[in-house]
């Protein structure tokens, strides 16, 4: 399939123009105009890179990649060696971020919804990439279990363990600045990817339990799930590469 043509599918997918993002959404990386084979992953790390290349991969299709707002511009060191491996095998870099967390289908949060079992009830109305729901998990550590069985990890828990869940938010990745928005909108757990020395203290004086669950760890699926939809919409060869990351 040509390059152009599946990158406009997935933008009229995702509508990547609704967001302000932190780095551009789409094709970052030229490569090969003719697509067969899609690589997937969270990262878009030299690691990944060199397994997507050895499998043949025309297109690699990550949620993070490169030219983040803030970072340094020069394509030295660890960029130039990344951004050289994809041209010297002509692959193509394409990325979504907040587009792909917030996917009503195919997106992160929705994703690890489905995943963990909660019944989604819809987004807050002060914040849209925090998805709210129920669970049929009872206490906070029922649901910490069932996060370490899906995840493969453990979660940070913060909170009384033996609290009863409630009404439950959730939003994947670095998204624990969002605990106060979950607390207003009167949720009694909230789960995110990351966790930040101020959380503790938020957490328990605004009477929320937290599980913090890994920044990987919970955004390994919109991208399969996307992967996935391309594979069956334009029969392409699809598969998704995994460097496991305990962050």
């Given at each position: 399939?040509n390059?152009?043509?599946l ?6 997918l995702?509508?990547?123009?609704a ?6 959404n789409g ?6 105009d ?11 790390s ?14 690699l299709?990550?949620?993070?990649g490169y ?13 130039y060696?990344?951004?050289?491996a ?14 792909l967390d917030a ?9 690890l919804?489905?995943?963990l079992?909660?019944?989604a ?6 914040e849209?990439l ?11 550590a ?14 940070l ?11 439950i938010?959730?939003?994947?990745g670095?998204?624990q600045?969002?605990?106060?928005n ?19 203290h ?9 599980l ?7 955004e390994?699926?919109?991208v399969?799930?996307l ?7 334009f029969?392409?060869?699809y598969?998704f ?7």
């Open positions: 399939m390059r152009t043509l990158l406009n599918e997935i933008d009229a995702l509508n990547p123009s967001y302000k993002d932190y780095a551009p094709l970052q990386i030229q490569g090969s003719s697509i067969t084979r899609i690589a997937t992953a969270v990262t878009a030299r690691q990944v890179i060199e397994a997507a290349a050895d499998w043949g991969a025309h297109l299709l990550v949620h993070h030219f983040w707002k803030g970072e340094s511009e020069p394509i030295t060191g660890i960029k060696e990344r951004i050289a994809l041209i010297r095998h002509d692959i193509s870099l394409a990325a979504y971020h907040l587009p996917h009503p289908t195919l997106g992160n949060n929705a994703q919804g489905l995943k079992g909660l019944t009830q819809g987004q807050l109305p002060s849209p925090v998805w709210h729901g129920t669970s049929d998990c009872t206490t906070l029922a649901l910490a279990q069932r996060v370490e069985l899906v995840l493969g990890r453990a979660p828990i913060i909170g009384d363990a033996s609290a009863p869940v409630g009404k938010g959730w939003c994947t670095g998204a600045g969002y605990l106060s979950a607390a207003a909108f009167e949720l009694n757990t909230y789960i995110s990817g990351e966790v930040s020395e101020r959380t503790y938020e957490a328990r004086e605004l009477g929320i339990g937290y913090a669950c890994g920044h990987h760890a919970t390994r699926y919109g399969q799930a992967g996935e939809h391309l594979r069956d919409a029969s392409l060869e598969r590469f995994d460097e496991d990351n305990p962050v």
